[in-house]
């Protein structure tokens, strides 16, 4: 039933409305025949700049297993997604008009009759997330990659993932996954993305060290051409290139390319080397023995082997053994739970580089430790333990 213009002056009359004070226009709202909630569709409230990128032709990704709690992706940013209840009815007006977009020929008293579609009590809402990586790396080590003299390389069955497949399989942005593989030193070998194992890539790492002390090169110049030349007949040359790299820096000098080895990389990698196969290691004959594996003119220092490595200071005599964040869970609570297992009671800078991933948007450190943590003075020194009891 279509509604007069007199019959809705006479409803804001009996609503005590002065019309004066509405705007000219007035919409009366009805619903279609067979109107209803429906699963055909779906709300979704976007913050201006995902809406400013849709607008813009730009496509977003829903991704996640069965067993997986949704998320969105854009091209560079990761949200959760999640169902938010209204008290508020929300119709569905396909084409409605809000005033600002109706012409002066449509607002001058008129009555503009409308067809509700479809309503919903609930919308979608999306909030910024950290990425789920964790799983990115669990898909590449099912087959690190062992050289191409290995066994496992003529295995048909052993797992390979492209791109296509991470970006199908990974809860995050693309920007974020290919980001992530550079993080764990993975590279494209026949078209699929592997980590090499990491005694290959010590070996890698131990031809190029040897070569420059061979030739007597500074480790902030050594240049990729005679690199490939003199272990190419060792190693293939795209190998070669892969672990300079990863472990150093590429730049061009009078048209000839040269890489700086970074030596806090090295140190790094030849520690995990020298702890990945001891429980726990005396400390002072750690160091001892780090400093003599490290290419002569590195000098080693423990906050290079920040979220790698922990030291505990109260043994006697102190040890050092490895943690690497890498192993710890994705979850902020499970996180903070494997931590106080492990340790009763952590310094922050101790602790620090194994949450430090943990931080979202605009949260620090510090704002993690006093939600999860609470904190006491021991010998003068403030310490953190957890909130809940540990089994």
Known sequence: MRRT??????????????????????????????AAATGDFYLLELEPALCEQLEAGRSMVIRGDKDEQAVLCSKDKTYDLKVADTSNMLLLIPGCKTPDQL????????????????????????????????????????????????????????????????????????????AQLQVLNACEIGGYWRILEFDYEMKLLNH????????????????????LQELGPLEPEAMIEHCLNCYGRKYVEDDEIYFELRADKVCRATAQMLLQHAVKFNL??????WQQSVPEGMVTRLDQLQGLALV??????????????????????????????????WTEDDIAPYIQDLCGEKQTIGALLTKYSRSSMQNGVKVYNSRRPIS
Not at 12 to 34: M, V
Not at 127 to 134: E, Y
Not at 313 to 341: A, M, Y
């Open 5 to 34: 213009r007199d019959q809705v002056d006479a409803t804001l009359q009996i609503a005590k409305l002065n019309p004066a004070e509405l705007l000219p226009a007035a919409h009366c709202l009805g619903f279609r025949p067979g």
């Open 208 to 227: 190029v060290t040897q070569l420059v002390d061979s030739e007597s090169w500074s480790f902030t110049k050594v240049p990729l051409n005679i690199c």
């Open 103 to 178: 012409r002066m020929e449509e607002t001058s008293g008129n009555i503009i009759h409308t067809e509700i579609f479809g309503f919903s009590n609930n919308y979608w809402e999306l909030r910024r997330c950290r990425p789920k990586l964790k799983k990115l790396k669990r898909l590449l080590m099912e087959n690190t990659y062992e050289g191409p003299d290995s066994q496992k390389e003529n295995n048909s069955k052993c797992s390979k993932y492209t791109t296509e497949d991470l970006l199908d399989q990974i809860q995050a942005s693309e920007e974020e996954i290919m």
């Open 312 to 345: 505990d200071r109260h043994s006697r005599p102190e040890i050092i053994f490895l943690l690497k964040v890498d192993d710890l869970p994705e979850d902020t609570q499970e996180r903070f739970n494997s931590l106080f297992t492990l340790r009763e009671k």
């Open 284 to 289: 002072a004959e750690f160091q001892e023995v």
